[in-house]
C-alpha cells in the first residue's frame, strides 16, 4: 500500500502558491503519481460558501477570533471531506495553504495566541500535519503588486499587515520541521524546479 503524503503550499498573498501548486499538480501526475489538488479556504462545498464569506469586502471587519472559526471550519470540512480520505488511500495531497496560514494571518498579525489557535487546530484537523511545507517567500510589496487592482477583504488591509504576514512566515518556518521557504521572486519555471525537488525527496523517502 502506497503512503499518503500531505504537501502544503504556504506563503503571503501574491506569491505564486495557486500557479505553483497547479504547475506540481501537472509535475506529479506527469511522473505516475494521482495527486489531489485542494485550497483553503474551500475545497469543499461549505468551504467554497465560507470562502465568500471569508473574502467579500463588504462583508466589513470580522475579528480574528471569528475569523479562526470560520477558517477552522473550512479546514475542518475539507480534512474530512478530501484530504483524511485520500490520504488513507495513499494519495499525495497538495493543499494550497492550511494551519500555518492561520497561525501567520490570525496570529502573528491578527493577535491571537498561537497556543489557542493550535488547540482549535488540533480539533479541526484531527491532529494531521503536512509531510512537508512549502513556503513562497516574497516580499510584501511585491505580493500586494502581483494581487493587482481588486484586493480581496484580506489583501486590503495594507503593506504593514502584510510585511507582518511575510515575517511572521519567516519566523514560522524557521521553528517548522517540515518547512522549505522557496524565493518566490523568481521566474515561474525556476521556483516550479526548486519545488519539485523538494517535493520528490519527501515522496522518494
Ligand atoms: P488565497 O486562497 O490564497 O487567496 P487568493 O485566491 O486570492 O490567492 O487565500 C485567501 C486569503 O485568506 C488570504 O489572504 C489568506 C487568508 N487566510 C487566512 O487569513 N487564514 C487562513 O487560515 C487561511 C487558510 C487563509
Redesign the pocket.
Same mark, same amino acid.
Given at each position: 500500500m502506497k503512503q499518503g503524503r500531505l504537501l502544503v503550499i504556504e506563503g503571503p =498573498?501574491?506569491g505564486g502558491?495557486?500557479t505553483q501548486a497547479k504547475l506540481l499538480n501537472n509535475a506529479l501526475a506527469a511522473a505516475g503519481y494521482e495527486p489531489v489538488l485542494a485550497?483553503?479556504?474551500?475545497g469543499t462545498r461549505l468551504g467554497e460558501e465560507v470562502?465568500k464569506i471569508?473574502?467579500n469586502p463588504e462583508q466589513g471587519e470580522i475579528g480574528p477570533c471569528a475569523?479562526?472559526f470560520l #477558517?477552522?471550519a473550512?479546514?475542518a470540512q475539507l480534512v474530512d471531506e478530501v484530504i483524511a480520505p485520500a490520504l488513507a488511500a495513499g494519495r499525495v495531497v497538495i493543499c =494550497?495553504? #492550511?494551519?500555518l496560514?492561520?497561525?501567520?494571518?490570525?496570529g502573528i498579525?491578527?493577535g491571537l495566541q498561537l497556543d489557542e489557535i493550535r488547540a482549535s487546530a488540533a480539533m479541526a484537523t484531527r491532529g494531521l500535519v503536512p509531510d512537508l511545507t512549502l513556503v513562497l517567500d516574497v516580499p510584501a510589496e511585491i505580493g500586494l503588486d502581483r494581487?493587482g487592482n481588486t484586493p =480581496?477583504?484580506?489583501?486590503q488591509k495594507g503593506l504593514e499587515f502584510h510585511a507582518r504576514?511575510r515575517q511572521g512566515y519567516l519566523d514560522l518556518a524557521k521553528e517548522d520541521p517540515t518547512a522549505v521557504v522557496i524565493d518566490s521572486t523568481r521566474e515561474i519555471e525556476v521556483v516550479a524546479k526548486e519545488i519539485l525537488a523538494a517535493v520528490m525527496q519527501v515522496l522518494e523517502d
Open positions: =498573498d501574491g502558491k495557486s485550497r483553503e479556504p474551500g470562502r471569508l473574502l475569523e479562526n #477558517f477552522m473550512c479546514r =494550497d495553504r #492550511f494551519l496560514s492561520t497561525l501567520v494571518y490570525q498579525a491578527g494581487v =480581496d477583504r484580506m489583501e504576514i
